[in-house]
């Protein structure tokens, strides 16, 4: 079962991600983590500084089996990248490079960290 935590009042409340029904009280995140993997429910992805990652709309991203980045309802997320220098998850982009090429490239949200960047295929008809 997919689950997250939300602070609220200085407790830690661990809701079904699903449904959105509260499934127990904490008084610190870390024990809601705790009873979250003793009852083997599936916590967000969480970036390298243990914060719950969401995506742009603020839902919560879980990984599935084959590492794809999904929501709690199986929505999958296309054309996102865990970002390399924080955790958080980039989203595929055209970023202007100082050429001012158009490439694709991951940009990150959370870091701004740009990365992963591929030129554009050259027989794209030239928008005019
Ligand atoms: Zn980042």
Redesign the pocket.
Known sequence: MRVYIKEENEKAILFNALTNEKIAEFKDVSEAVKFAIENHYELPVRDFKGDFVTDKEGNFVYIDEKGFFELADGTLLEGVKQ?P????I?YGEEVCDEDNQPRECFV?P????IFECTPPPDELPAED
Do not use: I, S, T, Y
């Not at 220098?85 to 958080?88: A, F, L, R």
């Open positions: 970002c220098n924080c955790g958080w980039a990150c959370k870091c701004g960290n």
